[in-house]
């Protein structure tokens, strides 16, 4: 067993960030509009995720939904704009 185990096997590297990092996150859903496949998928997820304080980036294809986890208060406007990039409209917050 390497010096990062538990004594039950478990790996506690990192175990403390993790932690504070999703402590301190915030999930929002945004309704996209345009999207069908999984290359949409694919190019809202890599846009949005190129933006500062992004942690994960969750794309519903079908429901037309984005989740973005940012460390933080979202920033709708840069969101709103990676999306744009993309090719999709993002059309609000879903409720």
């Not at 990062?4 to 590297?13: F, V, W």
């Not at 519903?60 to 973005?68: A, F, H, P, S």
């Amino acid at each position: 067993m390497s010096s990062c185990c538990t004594p039950d096997g478990s790996c506690g590297t990192g175990a403390g960030d993790t932690a504070v990092a999703v402590a301190d996150s915030t999930a929002t859903t945004y309704r996209v509009s345009g999207m069908s496949c999984g290359h949409c998928r694919t190019a809202v997820t890599t846009s949005v995720s190129a933006l500062d304080g992004v942690l994960s980036v969750d794309v519903d294809v079908d429901g037309g939904l984005v989740t973005v986890t940012t460390a933080g208060a979202p920033d709708d406007a840069a969101v709103a704009a990676a999306i744009d990039d993309a090719g999709y409209e993002l059309t609000g917050r879903a409720v």
